[in-house]
């Protein structure tokens, strides 16, 4: 059973920029995939972006060249850096690990973002 666990949210500037990050409690066996996910309030999940075992990264359209996954395997860590933040990046940042064991999911970090 893997355990995640997000950090790294809080209140910021529209403009600013933070670095979200997710940590595993253990090595994920590869293959695995590694997501974050937003929920603004009264909104459905949004997948944001994720980074495969290789490495390979993927962003939504809405976030694409603000957004930036990577991974440090040594660390079991994934972050996410966040650049001119918006007020609609406001929301409560999850991040979920699919693997062969099967999906787990962090309990979220808050982020938000006043005009």
């Known amino acids: 059973q893997v355990t995640l666990v997000e950090s790294g949210g809080g209140l910021v500037q529209a403009g600013g920029s933070l670095r979200l990050s997710c940590a595993a409690s253990?090595?994920?066996?590869?293959?695995?995939?590694i997501n974050w996910h937003r929920q603004a309030p009264g909104k459905e999940r949004e997948w944001v972006a994720s980074?495969?075992?290789?490495?390979?990264?993927n962003y939504a359209s809405s976030v694409k060249g603000r957004f930036t996954i990577s991974r440090d395997n040594t660390k079991n860590t994934i972050n996410l850096e966040i650049n001119s933040l918006k007020p609609e990046d406001t929301g409560a940042y999850v991040c979920?690990?699919?693997?062969?064991?099967?999906?787990?999911w962090g309990r979220g970090t808050q982020v938000t973002v006043s005009s």
């Open positions: 980074i495969s075992s290789d490495g390979t990264p």
């Open positions: 979920n690990a699919q693997t062969v064991f099967g999906m787990f």
């Open positions: 253990e090595t994920i066996r590869a293959p695995n995939v």
